[in-house]
């Protein structure tokens, strides 16, 4: 969400008192320490005991806790950054004349960090740095055994990383004070505390001897931070995308950016699975990869097929001198056929516990066909618009870090499927308005060249599926007296309360009161729906507070800050994750919050995206998987997770104009698929609609995405809610109704916060007779037969809500 041109930075005076909430601090502690990723280790790491040590850089000052815009603006009770995390350690001597001259440089007030929180989507990426003269690092080096220099980069909700430098790119004085630290010390650690990947090129230089992306660490970061590099904690995170040596090499990178229109040609070859089909040279570091401070052997104990999922047995053990923890990663190869594939791509992980050396662990992992199948959506199987493994042999191999920046495979296990076999049919989605043209590898070696393939208009006509699909008469039977009461003590049901509410009270439950930071919730909410209108609340029907997230609670008072979600999924541990949530859930309770708008789980497609710090993976299995986590995490204490941005919300350039062009089998294979996981498996009770466009179609008022996929194939039962505000817009297939009738039709049950948006074209919806009910009644518009229907998912939400 956003608020114009001003940052929703209102909370100047923080209220409360800073209180952490039990337990917190540890578990994010512990997510910032397995999620922070070791690239590169020259024997330099873990320090030594007392290791002598010069930090440069102001980021160790300054540094970034978490991304820019609504996923961002937290107040945490304390926060540490990397030279008080590297202090706290007591593991460690610093070199205090430098670290008190970057302390004193950064506070003088001509110096002072701008974090840009006045003016939304002007925040700065990186930070000028303390001029440093060869004087000060030839007293450093004097003094000291080894260097750490600290490049930091943040990026955030409407702001794209861009192609420039202090950005993606080093700047100049960056480059000349690597290379005055190059000269004084021949022992050089670099810490990446970066929001996502940027050009790492230059550290193919053999002058630095340990590479650890960092990430953002949140409050606890610089704590986290040092627990690895003192050797405290052995890294086990891994890279969630796969860092590529020039940003043109990735594929999405000449599609990435455009103002109105993205056409998604790489289709389903994002990041490691583009790399891995046809340029693995390409890469500087693989999708998967980390290193660690011990080495750990993965053998295969026994593994099976049978007619529902592959299934193996790995026994990893500890084969070094430090405990540690290592990610089991199961990949598969699937034969080319002729829908044409990737040459591997991840299909299950496991986390070990804390190995002590010379321990094993036995990890079960188990592949199930949906897994498996690919999507074929042009029907060159013989079968349209469904998963399907075509005959050929499938393969299996576990993934382990080498010492070259890439992962590599041993066979787990094959098996060969005799014939194509159809795992599950569907219906076709989310029809092209224009052909466009897709890549697709020629041939079955790899590396495959590269070849395209056209994509069709698709043949939905979507104004009789809707037809077909509209809910049965609902009656209007005037007040009974009936109260919301009633129905959550099972002594009326709720179809019989929704009856006798008249229109207005009807509309009144299909958005948001209006604005955020309501005054009848938590100060500095982010909006609130359900009985806010008078008529409506007399009836009993309860407020319900919506906040932000995912990196904690924005409000206006002091709340924990956690790792951004790339640490999080970093971590590959799912279980974990959910018990950082639950702590969050806790919160919740305190400050009554019934709703947190999280996770973000869309795939980070290209570097540049702004907001790749939510989001957790340009694998959706992943994604998916810590997603899951995080939602079971939020709604352990009967709270509300929110998932969201549905979908391809993949960068934030105009991102409310912005149309992704995508194919089906693309749609259905990378950008749906972890949304699929979280909804079926977590159940999160609420998804949020994305703010772009979709083949030409608004998310808030996409009838395939929030009805024939979400509620009929995915069977959510649960609420479908815009982000915050939405577009104006006629409906294409009934030009009688436009805007929140459009919206309802699609079933998108409601409009948050529900008043004006922040600039031109956004929807105006506070008054009662507007755009819903301008065409109840009459031919083509909408009935209230669809109201009835939203508002039975929004009081059921209510309904839980005051049974929790």
């Known amino acids: 969400m956003s608020d114009g041109l001003l940052a929703m930075e209102t909370h100047f005076n923080i209220l409360g008192e800073k209180i952490v909430t039990p337990g917190i601090s540890a578990i994010a502690r512990q997510c910032g320490s397995e999620g922070m990723v070791l690239l590169k280790n020259n024997g330099v790491l873990p320090l030594k005991q007392q290791e002598k040590i010069a930090v440069f850089g102001r980021c160790q000052v300054d540094t970034f806790m978490v991304g820019y815009g609504s996923g961002g603006d937290i107040h945490p009770p304390y926060s540490v950054n990397i030279l008080n995390g590297l202090r706290n350690s007591n593991s460690v001597q610093i070199y205090e004349t430098l670290a008190r001259a970057y302390e004193n440089w950064c506070h003088q007030p001509e110096n002072i960090a701008d974090s840009g929180r006045y003016w939304w989507g002007w925040w700065p990426f990186s930070y000028p740095e303390m001029p440093l003269s060869e004087e000060m690092a030839e007293n450093a080096a004097k003094e000291s055994e080894t260097a750490i220099f600290v490049i930091g980069r943040a990026a955030g909700e409407d702001r794209d990383n861009r192609l420039e430098e202090g950005s993606y790119y080093l700047t100049v004085q960056e480059r000349e004070q690597l290379e005055i630290v190059k000269k004084h010390f021949s022992k050089i650690i670099l810490v990446m505390n970066c929001s996502s990947i940027v050009d790492m090129a230059w550290t193919e230089d053999e002058k630095f001897d340990a590479i650890i992306y960092m990430w953002l660490g949140g409050m606890e970061g610089g704590n986290s931070l040092a627990d690895l590099l003192t050797g405290k904690e052995s890294p086990s995170g891994k890279l969630t995308s796969a860092i590529a040596r020039d940003i043109k090499d990735y594929p999405s990178t000449a599609n990435f950016g455009d103002p109105q229109k993205n056409i998604y040609e790489e289709d389903i070859y994002v990041g490691y699975r583009y790399f891995e089909t046809f340029a693995p040279e390409k890469v500087l570091y693989s999708f998967g990869y980390g290193l660690s401070y011990t080495t750990f052997e993965t053998t295969v104990k026994e593994f099976s097929v049978n007619e529902d999922a592959f299934s193996c047995t790995l026994v990893t053990k500890n084969t070094g001198n430090a405990a540690g923890k290592e990610v089991v990663q199961l990949y598969m190869e699937a034969p080319q056929g002729v829908l044409g594939k990737e040459h591997r791509r991840l299909a299950a992980y496991k986390k070990t516990k804390k190995l002590a050396p010379g321990e094993k662990e036995e990890i079960v992992l188990t592949v199930d066909k949906l897994e498996m199948a690919s999507y074929d959506d042009l029907g060159k199987t013989g079968i349209s618009s469904a998963w399907v493994m075509e005959a050929g042999t499938y393969k299996f191999y576990a993934g382990r870090s080498g010492l070259n920046g890439k992962l590599c495979y041993d066979i787990v296990g094959s098996f060969e499927q005799e014939e194509l076999c159809v795992v599950e049919q569907l219906k076709p989605i989310c029809s092209l308005q224009e052909p466009i043209s897709r890549i697709k590898p020629i041939g079955t070696s790899i590396p495959a060249a590269l070849g395209k393939e ?150 980070q497609r290209n570097p540049l995206c702004g907001r790749n710090f939510e989001y957790y993976s340009e694998d959706p299995y992943l994604a998916g998987k810590i997603g899951c986590g995080a939602v079971r995490g939020l709604q352990s204490r009967g709270r509300s997770a929110c998932t969201k941005h549905f979908v391809c919300n993949n960068q934030e350039t105009e991102r409310y104009t912005n149309n992704s062009v995508l194919s089906e089998r693309a749609l259905r294979e990378i950008y749906i698929k972890a949304f699929r996981m979280c909804v079926t498996q977590a159940k999160p009770k609420i998804v949020m609609m994305c703010y772009n466009k979709v083949n030409g179609v608004w998310g808030h008022y996409n009838y395939d995405l929030a009805t024939t996929v979400l509620r009929e194939e995915w069977k959510h039962a649960g609420m479908v809610v815009t982000d915050w505000w939405m577009r104006k817009a006629p409906s294409p297939e009934f030009p009688e109704m436009r805007d929140n009738a459009y919206r309802i039709r699609a079933q998108v049950d409601v409009l948050m916060p529900g008043n004006d948006g922040p600039g031109d074209g956004h929807i105006r919806y506070y008054n009662p007779d507007e755009t819903l009910l301008e065409t109840l009644g009459k031919e083509n518009g909408i009935t209230r037969d669809e109201i009835h229907r939203s508002v039975r998912h929004v009081l059921n939400f209510c309904k839980q809500t005051v049974q929790r």
């Open 454 to 603: 056209e994509v069709p208009v698709g043949p939905v006509d979507l104004r009789q599926r809707i037809l077909d699909h509209l809910p049965k008469e609902a009656p209007y039977t005037g007040d009974k007296g009936i109260k919301f009461q009633d129905v959550c003590a099972g002594r009326a049901e709720l179809d019989d309360f929704i009856a006798q509410l008249t229109e207005e009270e009807l509309q009144s439950l299909t958005r948001g009161e209006g604005g955020i930071e309501r005054p009848r919730g938590i100060e500095g909410n982010q909006g609130i729906f359900g009985g806010f209108y008078p008529p409506v609340e007399e009836k009993g029907v309860p407020l319900i507070i919506t906040d932000d997230g995912p990196a904690g609670l924005r409000i206006s008072y002091y709340t924990s800050l956690l790792p951004c979600g790339t640490v999080l999924a970093a971590t590959f541990n799912e279980e974990l994750v959910e018990s950082l949530y639950e702590r969050i859930a806790e919160e919740m309770e305190r400050f009554r919050i019934d709703v947190m708008l999280a996770p973000g789980i869309n795939i």
